[in-house]
């Protein structure tokens, strides 16, 4: 029996590592234990517990001003620890998190194979998104396999010398995540949600934002509070926007939005309230990676506040639209979806080119065989 690790440390990793982590521990083929380093700590716990995932080790890091020096040593360190008490014959990471960039070196270190899932991504430029580019590069130089969620992903790992027989093209596990969370989100009662159905006035279109990217951090965050009023003072809608507990995140969303009446800034949702709130939105603006390739499973498009994306598939299919943090851009292009129905409708139509369900399956296939 082989012994497999899965770590991850972010809300985002958890979601997408959660069809992965029960797919592997339901297979008697492998003993299956979970590393969560909490990078983000309350965002993942609720998480876990929607999944009904418990963590075997968690390295609890995530400290108030936590820098990127401190989380890369610390996670190197404690995952040393780990892997000594659990010998690990693969460890699997995901994505491109600081989380995924320093537990990939300590596998490595340790003698482990390392699986990297949603592999291949790339903007090319190492300053955008920061630190995810390198980290994802980084982490694709230390893998063993590599589980690539497109054809385009592919293409990236297969230029950079990667050899074909350790490339898998998958699907993204989120939509795996997705298909589970939404049959359990309607069939269960949640608190968070039946607040939001008394805050939010659904005779308005609902236009859903979320934002923390650190290259946003400082003016692109003002161009894009700018943004927002605009198309909230334009437009019949009601704008929801749950706010990242980022200091550098808060404080111009709170200066520009605080007291624009249609516009609502909430906390941070559970995954499943905001699965909720995205299947009743009419239109997502985002800078989340994530969200880019859910939404069109929902029939939503989308507008990405980012320059340069490392999923240009679904920029080629038409379901996102990237807008940078150019305050005309995205008002202009917000104004369009929301104003004229013709192109509303051709756009929430669009296939999303991110996956079946049944990325998580291919994985363990893959693995069975190894």
Known sequence: MKNILIVFGTRPEAIKMAPVVK???DNINFNTKVCVTAQHREMLDQVLEFFDIKADYDLDLMKPNQNLHNLTAEIILALKTILEKFPADFVFVHGDTTTTMASSIAAFYS????CHVEAGLRTYDKYAPFPEELNRQ????IADYHFAPTLKSQENLLKE???IENILITGNTVIDALYYAVKKVNSINNNTIESLKNMINFKKDIVLVTGHRRENHGKGFINICKA???VAEQNSVQIIYPVHMNPNVQKPVNEILKNVNNI????PLPYEAFLWLMEKSKLIITDSGGIQEEAPSLGKPVLVMRETTERPEAVDAGTVILV???TQRIIQ???NLLQNDSEYERMSKLHNPYGDGKSSKRILNFLLKK
């Open 23 to 25: 797919e592997f521990k």
């Open 111 to 114: 003698g482990a194979k390392v």
């Open 138 to 141: 980084i982490s694709a130089r």
């Open 161 to 163: 010398n990667i050899s």
């Open 228 to 230: 927002l009023k605009k």
């Open 264 to 267: 609502l800034l909430i906390d």
């Open 324 to 326: 940078g943090t150019n």
């Open 333 to 335: 292009e917000a104004n």
